[in-house]
C-alpha cells in the first residue's frame, strides 16, 4: 500500500509541474530590416531607385543586378528587389551595407546620403557585383 500511495503521490507531482509550465509555441517574428548604414532615410523629394536581382542572376556576372550600375541623387533610396528563386545580398565591398540575405520575393532598402560611387557584390555568389553612383 505504501508503495501505491508513493506512486500515485509521484503521478499528482508530476501532473502539477506539467500542468503548471509555461510552454508557449514558438513564435515567428519576421526579421527586422537591416538599418541603412549610409545615413539616414531619404530626404524627401529625392526618389527611389528600385534595382532588380533576376532570375539566374548568380550566373549573371555584373548584369546580375538590373541595373548594374544605378546613378542616383545625394538623399535618395535604392531597393534590391529578388526576383530570383534562390537567396541573395546586397553587401557593400566597403563594408557600408548588408542586406544580410534577401529571399526570393524579398526586398531591401538603403538610403544614400552623400555622393560617392558604391561598388557591390552578393555575398552568397561573390562574381555578381554593381555599383550606385550617387551625385
Known amino acids: 500500500m505504501r508503495a501505491f500511495r508513493l506512486a500515485l503521490t509521484s503521478l499528482v507531482l508530476l501532473s502539477a509541474v506539467a500542468c503548471g509550465s509555461s ?16 545615413g539616414p532615410v531619404s530626404t524627401p523629394g529625392a526618389g527611389s531607385s528600385p534595382v ?21 541623387s545625394a538623399g535618395a533610396m535604392v531597393t534590391w528587389t529578388n526576383t530570383d528563386g534562390v537567396a541573395h545580398t546586397s553587401t557593400s ?36 557585383i554593381g555599383t550606385v553612383v550617387v551625385h
Open 93 to 128: 565591398d566597403a563594408g557600408v551595407w548588408d542586406s544580410g540575405i534577401v529571399q526570393p520575393g524579398g526586398q531591401f532598402s538603403v538610403a544614400f546620403p552623400t555622393a560617392g560611387t558604391f561598388h557591390y557584390h552578393c555575398a552568397i555568389h561573390p562574381g555578381m
Open 23 to 38: 510552454y508557449s509555441s514558438p513564435s515567428t517574428t519576421p526579421s527586422p530590416a537591416p538599418s541603412p548604414a549610409p
Open 52 to 72: 532588380t536581382i533576376p532570375v539566374n542572376a548568380s550566373t549573371l556576372t555584373n548584369t546580375a543586378f538590373a541595373p548594374d550600375a544605378v546613378d542616383v
